[in-house]
């Protein structure tokens, strides 16, 4: 039993070596990585790299997994910490904990929402990492449709097509949320990604100076339209 508890020890501390050196060509390379490339820096043959992760693919699930994880885990101690009541407050704290996060590692940001890595597919089992942020903003949602903060509006009508792939997710994720309250959910969370890749890619350069300031602004702006 000790002799396998080793094993495993020894195991998980190549598995995050390999990550880490991994993570390091992610800045340098973006996502081409190269398992001999990983290897040779690891100072091991390349064969060596097969017994942990099968392949190129496998690794870059293991360090989207770790990404989407990081970013839910930050959001989720972060939103925590704001109390139940105050709704803006609780959305704001989602927003600064993504763009903080994304800030310091925007590699691994780049990772899962810059441009799709060619020939590349996500396994299935990424998707339950991947919706554990935004798993939080439903969370809000719900608590200010069922306090009736958030209320529908009898006039609003959304697009043909859109009330049908709204009402089917409002139905798998917050039958409470009224469609359109949850389409301005999600017009707000595509908003603010969209606000943290044009600041991680550098499309503010030589436009915003502030960029605190100005995000702050964008995301109260946003809190607005979902009726915060």
């Known amino acids: 039993m000790k002799a396998n508890s080793i094993r495993a020890r020894v195991r998980a501390e190549m598995i995050d070596e390999i990550k880490t050196i991994a993570r390091r060509h992610l800045a340098s390379e973006g996502a081409n990585l190269s398992l001999r490339a990983v290897a040779r820096d690891l100072g091991v043959v390349s064969s060596a790299i ?9 690794l870059l699930t293991a360090l989207i997994l770790d990404a989407y994880n990081a970013i839910g885990a930050a959001v989720e ?3 925590r910490e704001v109390v139940r009541t105050d709704l803006v407050g609780r959305w704001m704290a989602v927003c600064h904990a993504v763009r903080d996060w994304a800030l310091a590692h925007p590699h691994e940001y780049a990772l899962v929402y810059g441009s799709p890595v060619p020939g590349y597919q996500a396994p299935a089992d990424t998707v339950a990492a991947a919706t554990r942020a935004v798993t939080v903003l439903v969370g809000i949602l719900r608590d200010g449709a069922v306090s009736g903060v958030l209320r529908d509006d009898a006039d609003e009508r959304l697009p043909v097509g859109v009330d049908v792939d709204v009402a089917r997710l409002a139905a798998a994720m917050a039958p409470e949320v009224p469609p359109p309250v949850l389409a ?14 044009f600041e991680v890619f ?3 350069n030589n436009t915003i100076d ?3 300031e100005f995000f702050g602004y964008q995301m109260r702006a946003q809190a607005a339209l979902i009726g915060l």
């Open 50 to 58: 097969y017994r942990y992760f099968a392949s190129r693919d496998e």
């Open 77 to 79: 101690q972060r939103e």
């Open 184 to 197: 301005r959910g999600l017009t707000a969370w595509v908003q603010l990604f969209g606000m943290i890749n």
């Open 202 to 204: 550098g499309q503010l």
């Open 210 to 212: 502030h960029r605190d």
